[in-house]
């Protein structure tokens, strides 16, 4: 599967546009990891568990974008984006979004 933040793909023509796809994952911390992080936070620096949980999250979210665009037959993936936010007490939903497309190698 092609993934592009673009709008389009260079070397290739977009033969079908298939449709918003997106890929959805919640994540919470467990409370042992939460306290941590408040604590780490009073003295500054960077937040490690909290980094990884969110490189897993979107790793996850991209896999579940790629599994919708592949089930409704398309091979690339358009202006590829993801957005993130807080939802409840320290869930944090992340979405990958992009628009799934049919293209074919342009011939020079």
């Known amino acids: 599967m092609l993934i ?6 260079p070397g290739y023509e977009v033969t079908e546009v298939i449709g918003e796809v997106f890929g959805l994952t919640v994540r919470s911390r467990h409370i042992g990891s939460q306290i941590g992080a408040g604590l780490k936070s009073l003295v500054g620096g960077e937040l490690a568990g909290q980094t990884k949980m969110l490189i897993e ?15 409704r037959g398309a091979d690339a ?16 939903e992340i979405c990958a979004y992009g628009t799934a497309v ?3 190698p342009l011939t020079r």
Do not use: P
């Not at 592009?4 to 793909?9: A, P, Q, R």
């Not at 896999?63 to 665009?69: F, I, P, Q, S, Y």
């Open 77 to 92: 993936i358009l202006a590829m984006r993801f957005d993130a936010s807080e939802i409840g007490g320290g869930w944090q």
């Open 102 to 104: 049919k293209t074919r």
């Open 4 to 9: 592009s933040t673009m709008n389009d793909l």
């Open 57 to 71: 999250s979107r790793q996850q979210a991209q896999e579940r974008l790629v599994a919708e665009a592949t089930a």
